[in-house]
């Protein structure tokens, strides 16, 4: 597994996401010599930057100067990507170190996005950010997250290919909504992953566990970076786990999801045909 130093620069954010967690909007700018303390921590040579908007900061390009001094390999950014619709601040934060961008969508069209986000003329920014960072000419990665909620479900295809045609390196299909039914969304994750996978693009889920994605289980995120997300959530096993192969490598369902749908959609797995290099990937 890919690990991450996960480094949380402060709650300030130009959004205003409906489903943005509650407990990071009010959390102040974190001072810089304590991100410098906590880079000298270094359990990982790859750092995650998130926040809020990290793009607020205006030391941002000095804090990931400072991470590429104390030999991070990899510097990624968690962001709305609306600030690097400014080319020259863009080229501030690569040349600093940056070249890893993870990225959030809410929609393929402003009125979508712009009513999930909570911020007039943000769709255009972001997209127009991440068409800089396309542009670049040396290296860089782009993911795109969707979170899935049940405003934008119906629009889940069509945000896929607008990030297909916006040149994104990887998909990430994000579970944000305990209230949406996994039954109803299932389909459509189903659909977006034939798409990308279609176009050649590596596609990932986040929050589904492994006995819905039976056949796709490659596409679970969680087995590549672990089911510590970056805004924690409470998950919980039900008796249907106990005969599941995969067990011992799934966290369960969300608690909340549970409490409200119940859990008889839940069936174990009992021959799993990826099973054995799933585990390794665990070893």
């Not at 050649?200 to 994605?213: N, S």
Request: include cysteine; hydrophobic fraction near 35%; charged fraction near 20%.
């Amino acid at each position: 597994m890919l690990r991450y130093k996960k480094i949380f620069l402060g709650g300030p954010c130009n959004n205003n996401c409906i489903y943005c967690p509650a407990d990071h909007k009010d959390s102040p700018q974190v001072d810089f010599s304590a991100i410098r303390n906590s880079l000298d921590q270094k359990e990982s040579d790859s750092v995650v930057l998130h926040g809020g908007e990290p793009t607020l900061r205006k030391d941002l390009p000095d804090i990931v100067n400072a991470a590429r001094d104390k030999g991070f390999r990899r510097i990624k950014l968690l962001t709305n990507g609306r600030a690097f619709s400014n080319t020259h601040y863009l080229g501030q934060v690569m040349n600093a170190g940056c070249s890893l961008f993870e990225i959030t969508l809410w929609g393929s069209n402003p009125n979508l996005h712009e009513y999930l986000s909570r911020a007039a003329g943000s769709f255009w920014e972001t997209i127009t950010g991440i068409e800089n960072i396309s542009a670049v000419p040396h290296d860089k990665f782009v993911c795109l997250r969707i979170p899935i909620c049940k405003e934008n479900l119906s629009d889940l295809e069509n945000i896929v290919i607008t990030a297909l045609n916006l040149g994104t390196n990887r998909i990430i299909l994000s579970m944000q909504d305990p209230a949406l039914s996994l039954q109803e969304v299932l389909p459509h994750i189903i659909n977006s992953i034939n798409i990308s996978i279609f176009n050649r693009v590596w596609i990932l889920t986040e929050g589904l566990p492994f006995c819905l994605m039976q056949g796709l289980e490659q596409h679970i995120s969680e087995i590549y970076s672990g089911w510590e997300t970056l805004y924690e959530k409470m998950y919980q096993h039900h008796k249907q786990c106990a005969e599941c192969v995969y067990k011992e490598l799934c966290p369960g369902t969300e608690v909340r999801y549970v409490k409200q749908f119940g859990d008889r959609e839940f069936l174990p797995v009992i021959a799993g045909k990826c099973f054995q290099d799933i585990k390794v990937l665990y070893d």
